[in-house]
């Protein structure tokens, strides 16, 4: 049984940063990629970043790029989310996620094992 914790979310004005933190348990940590995504009220989940098993390859959705950035500690068995220059719009729940099944990458599908979530709320 895989389990991932969120954690580091939190209420910031536009223009703060936050670093998200995700906790799994789980033997094979470093055999998977993981992702990050997010999802505000009333919207879709939306994808927001990935990384590579080794955390050599990343990918941000372009509404992030330039603004996040994913890592990983695979001896700590951990994933982050550096989160820079918040803006109102990033305001959402956080999720954490194993990338365990077939697809794309920014596929919520792909991904076979969810954290509960962290909440983010970024003011204007």
């Known amino acids: 049984q895989v389990q991932l914790v969120e954690s580091g979310g939190g209420l910031v004005q536009a223009g703060g940063s936050l670093r998200l933190s995700c906790a799994a348990s789980?033997?094979?940590?470093?055999?998977?990629?993981m992702g990050w995504f997010r999802q505000a009220p009333g919207k879709e989940r939306e994808f927001v970043a990935t990384i590579s098993s080794g955390g050599g390859i990343t990918n941000y959705a372009d509404s992030v790029k330039g603004r996040f950035s994913i890592s990983r500690d695979n001896a700590k068995g951990t994933v982050y989310l550096q989160m820079n220059s918040l803006k109102p719009e990033d305001t959402a729940v956080y999720y954490c996620?194993?990338?365990?099944?077939?697809?794309?990458?920014?596929?919520?599908?792909?991904?076979?094992?969810w954290g509960q979530g962290t909440q983010v709320t970024v003011s204007a």
């Open positions: 996620a194993r990338r365990g099944k077939s697809g794309s990458y920014s596929y919520n599908g792909a991904y076979d094992y």
């Open positions: 789980g033997r094979t940590f470093s055999s998977y990629a």
